[in-house]
């Protein structure tokens, strides 16, 4: 009877009653991955991951690219309307994540959002550049104060790039695939 037990595929002295509801291999509890659809064996997850990273290695600099593109001119359209800077600020989120996807060809990678992200980061850092360069200049007349001002004078950016960020992040695709 010893003989017919069943044991996991990946720990031979492990007993199990589970199976990959794929494969039908037999897997022990720390072995099985809980997915929408029942539990698998890791190398059934692994292929089904591989199917959804579709993206090259050159979609990674090119969704950067184009995040910043769009970041980038949206915070220079945003800089001139005050408070209606964070409208503006979702409205390029969505719009980035629209350009990168059409600018991979729709292909998907668990980390392409992560390349987007900085890309958005990066495109919102060139506006305030002004602002901290003047602040610098003046800190010796201003003082404290041109420090409060020079604080403020960056709030606008500060907060257009967390929300175009976010919007950005929220509205790539391979996001939600974990
Ligand atoms: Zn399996
Ligand atoms: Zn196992």
Redesign the pocket.
């Known amino acids: 009877m010893e003989e017919l037990e069943t044991v996991?595929?990946?720990?031979p002295g492990?007993p199990?009653t589970l199976r990959c509801n794929r494969c039908g291999r037999p897997?022990?509890a720390?072995?099985a991955r809980r997915t929408p659809v029942g539990y698998r064996c890791i190398t059934c997850v692994r292929e089904q991951q591989k199917i959804f990273d579709t993206a090259y290695w050159y979609d990674f600099p090119v969704a950067f690219l184009a995040a910043a593109l769009v970041c980038g001119v949206g915070s220079i359209l945003g800089s001139f309307i005050g408070f209606f800077i964070l409208f503006v600020a979702g409205f390029a989120g969505m719009l980035a994540a629209r350009v990168v996807n059409w600018a991979v060809r729709h292909r998907r990678n668990r980390f392409l959002w992560i390349a987007a992200a900085a890309g958005g980061i990066a495109g919102s850092l060139p506006i305030m550049i002004p602002t901290l360069v003047m602040g610098l200049l003046s800190y010796e007349e201003l003082g404290a104060a041109g420090l409060a001002t020079l604080g403020f004078g960056l709030l606008w950016p500060l907060g257009y790039m967390v929300v175009a960020v976010v919007f950005l992040i929220s509205n790539m695709k391979g996001f939600r695939l974990k």
């Open positions: 996991c595929s990946y720990h492990r199990t897997i022990c720390r072995c």
